[in-house]
Structures are given as C-alpha cells and as structure tokens.
C-alpha cells in the first residue's frame, strides 16, 4: 500500500512551512507538483522554491491539472474533475515507481476548502494517508489585519461566495469568513452595519490588504482586485464579514 502524504505550505510565504512539513518533504520518496496552466507558472515554480530552499532531495514530477467541464452542474463537475485529477496522481505515481512515501505540496491547509483529501479518497487502491497541518487563508488573513477571528463568545462561519450570493448571511454567525469567491460576492451583503477584512496573495511579497464599512470600502476592494488579477494574472484571496463596529 503506498503512503501518501498531504502537506499543508500556508498561504504563499516560504516561512510558513512548519518544521514537520520540512521533515516530511526531506523523508519523501517523490513529491508531486501541479502545473496549473498558462499564467500561473509561479505557483508551482513557488513549490519548487520550498523544496530547494529546504534542501529535499526527493525527485520531483510536475503533472498538468485537468480543466472543469463548466458545462456540468457545479457539484458533477466538481465530482468529474476529482476524478481525473485522481487519475492522473494515479498515473505519475506508477510512472515513478517510489520506493517510499509520495508527498504532495497543498496550498493553505488539507482540511479547509482543499480538495486533496477527498481525490485521494477516490484512489485504488486506498493509500495510506498522513496530513501535515499548514497555515490557512483564515489565521494568514486574520494575522496581516492584526485582528481575531472570533467575537468575545461568537459563532463564526466559514463559507464561501457561492452559498454567500446564493443564500445570504449565514443565520447566526457574527462573522463570516468567504474563500472561494472570484465574483466578488461581498457587494450584494444587505448588511449596513457590516465590516469587512480583506486580503489577497496572503503572506506573499504581493499581499494587497483593505479594510473597513462594506458599503464604503467595496469599490476600492473590486478596484484593487482587479489591478492585482490583472498584473499577475492570477490571484487568491478572502475576506472576513463581520457585523457592527468591530464586532
């Protein structure tokens, strides 16, 4: 049965790999590394700045992550592609042949708005997995605005653009926190009385942040957003609602 190790890199800033994610990658036998396509180079040439600036010696095989079939509706065309991408780990892993653990370099944290634990849930035969915990969106997010994540005592929710746009304000929390959300959800809030904390390329040289009432900062966000998009041609980022001055 192959080991199959899921490790957590933070949010773009190479200090954010923990000293277990560093073992783990110098212990690996081969580690996997997504192409993601025209102009994102940069996110997988950053994978290849951690390993050599953490000296792993293991070989590394880049592979080409499928597209979505739009086409679809959103959670079959999320089911499909799962199944391609775990197709093709599948597919590299026999090409290799590794004698010993296979690692894969995830963004953020495994088990917050990652899809690799479920893609290796799809694998047969089922690999025997260790997660190495990475830091998120939300602690990156929350630490640049020097903020907590939580009211004294309050719910927080933890959603994304999609069910924000769709459903409104979750019932119930006094903050919010969206990932996932490249349109810009946030400017159909019916909130008045709302703040927001927002961030993109987290923890990267990049970092662009802005904050304050949503119904003031807003336009200056979606400006922001789009100048940042357009120069790197990609871009990452999430926000956190919350009610009130404050909270």
């Not at 490790?7 to 590394?33: F, K, S």
């Not at 296979?102 to 690999?127: C, E, K, Q």
């Not at 998120?136 to 005592?153: D, E, F, K, M, Y």
Request: a neutral charge.
């Amino acid at each position: 049965m192959q080991d199959l190790w899921l490790i957590g890199i933070g949010t773009g800033n190479p200090n954010h790999v923990t000293l277990e994610a560093v073992a783990a990658l110098r212990d690996a036998a081969l580690i996997l590394v997504p192409r993601k396509g025209p102009g994102k180079e940069d996110l997988a040439d950053l994978r290849h700045q951690i390993l050599d600036r953490i000296g792993s010696p293991a070989p590394v095989a880049e592979f080409d992550m499928p597209l979505r079939d739009d086409g679809l509706p959103y959670l079959q065309r999320v089911a499909q592609w799962h199944g391609r991408i775990a197709a093709i780990w599948a597919r590299t892993i026999e090409a290799h042949r590794p004698e010993g653990p296979v690692a894969l370099l995830v963004w953020g944290d495994p088990a917050l708005y990652d899809s690799s634990l479920r893609i290796a849930a799809r694998l047969h035969p089922m690999p025997r997995l260790r997660v190495v915990p990475g830091i998120s969106s939300l602690q990156a997010l929350t630490a640049a605005h020097a903020i907590p994540l939580n009211t004294v005592g309050g719910a927080v929710t933890v959603t994304t653009g999609r069910r924000l746009r769709d459903h409104g304000w979750p019932a119930g929390a006094e903050t919010v926190m969206v990932m996932l959300d490249g349109e810009c959800s946030f400017q159909h809030v019916a909130a008045p009385d709302a703040e927001i904390w927002w961030g993109a390329f987290l923890g990267m040289a990049e970092q662009v942040l802005a904050s304050g009432p949503l119904a003031e900062v807003t336009p200056r966000i979606l400006a922001l957003r789009a100048e940042a998009r357009a120069r790197h041609g990609w871009i990452m980022d999430s926000y956190l609602l919350r009610r009130g001055p404050g909270g």
